[in-house]
């Protein structure tokens, strides 16, 4: 029987520019194409210091597109982490490439520089690092290991707007940076996602390749170049995100502030462990605030989570492994690696409620739901 208020696993919070662009977008009937799609775009670029930005309709279709416009051999090998959401591996394996999984690290819960250096080979051509859950992976030695053997970086950051690595915005980093903006991203438009370069010619190819790859011809549209998609952003989704952009910064304070409040209430629970709060290089801005059970309550994360919403409390599952995906088994790369982190962390972890629309009450429900259980 669930009691009192059900408290959600994520709450989104619109500020009033948000809706004056929503209007704005209304009165004009610029429904699908309008000004905001190309404001968003330059406004989200040079807060990345990127000359370029392609919006597209999510978070996957910007790793799909940025992979494509690489126009990498068939075959290639692209390192990517074992733990990740699914849209990593199909990224590239939809492009006709071979993922190379890394494990992730208990700490952190990335990849290390050193484990996804130590993958590299004669048949690498891109990697793909992803920020992982509000902290940056150690990117400055896989930065310097790939310009050497000139391996494309992709930066994904889709679940980090807002977190600075060394004082610079992740996202900033990469040779291409894909982001998400997801109802419960940092920055939301509902659904949709971005594309961030340096490279013109990698930039007017994501842009064909959004669009269904149209002829640049008045008359000869409907022939088109490659086979691309209609992952288009709407002006609406772009409007959304655009009115958000100036508050990042308190955006990141928020989230911060809720992701401490439960860190200092669990870092002393003797059977959890949790997300590294602060590093040399970056301080966690929680884009999920996740706990993962060891000792006596060790693959009983299932039982947790069902005596959490009896209480009102939604949670959820972390990303299942890409090495443990019945979907991949025919893409899995040969090693011998058992990825024993990401399978344990994937097994025995789960996230609690952390929108940016939650309440002090409903956080403080949250906590004396879980102390009183994993104690």
């Excluded at 889709?158 to 900033?172: F, T």
Aim: proline share 2%; hydrophobic share 35%.
């Amino acid at each position: 029987m669930i009691k009192n208020k059900y408290v959600p696993v994520n709450t989104p919070l619109l500020n009033i520019q948000v809706k004056k662009n929503l209007l704005e977008c209304f009165k004009t009937n610029q429904l699908t194409n309008g000004k905001f799609i190309k404001k968003f775009e330059t406004s989200f670029s040079n807060l990345h210091y990127k000359k370029y930005g392609v919006s597209v309709s999510n978070g996957t279709a910007a790793l799909e597109i940025a992979i494509k416009s690489l126009g990498l051999k068939k075959g290639s090998e692209i390192i990517i982490p074992n733990f990740s959401i699914i849209s990593t591996a199909l990224s590239v394996i939809k492009n006709g490439l071979k993922p190379i999984y890394t494990d992730c690290d208990l700490n952190t819960w990335n990849s290390s520089s050193e484990e996804i250096i130590s993958k590299i080979s004669k048949k690498t051509k891109a990697i793909i690092i992803t920020h992982i859950y509000g902290l940056p992976v150690d990117i400055e030695k896989i930065i310097k290991v790939a310009k050497k053997k000139k391996i494309i970086i992709i930066e994904d950051a889709a679940e980090v707007i807002g977190l600075k690595y060394k004082n610079k915005y992740c996202g900033s980093f990469g040779d291409i940076s894909t982001f998400s903006f997801y109802a419960n991203k940092h920055i939301t438009t509902g659904e949709g996602g971005i594309i961030l370069t340096n490279n013109k010619k990698i930039f007017e190819k994501c842009i064909s390749l959004k669009n269904l790859s149209f002829t640049n011809s008045y008359f000869n549209r409907f022939n088109h170049t490659d086979i691309g998609w209609n992952y288009r952003m709407s002006n609406i989704h772009a409007a959304i995100g655009e009115g958000q952009l100036k508050s990042i910064n308190k955006i990141v304070r928020i989230k911060k502030k809720i992701g401490n409040t439960y860190y200092k209430s669990f870092k002393h629970l003797k059977n959890v462990i949790l997300q590294t709060n602060k590093l040399n290089y970056a301080e966690n801005i929680y884009w999920v605030f996740g706990i993962v059970l060891k000792d006596k309550f060790k693959n009983k994360r299932n039982l947790i989570m069902k005596k959490l919403l009896k209480l009102g409390i939604e949670t959820r599952p972390f990303f299942f492994p890409m090495s443990q995906q019945k979907i991949l088994k025919k893409h899995k790369n040969l090693n011998k690696s058992k990825f024993s982190n990401s399978l344990y962390i994937s097994k025995n972890g789960f996230y609690i409620p952390s929108g940016l629309g939650l309440k002090n009450s409903e956080i403080k429900k949250v906590i004396i739901a879980i102390k009183k259980i994993l104690n």
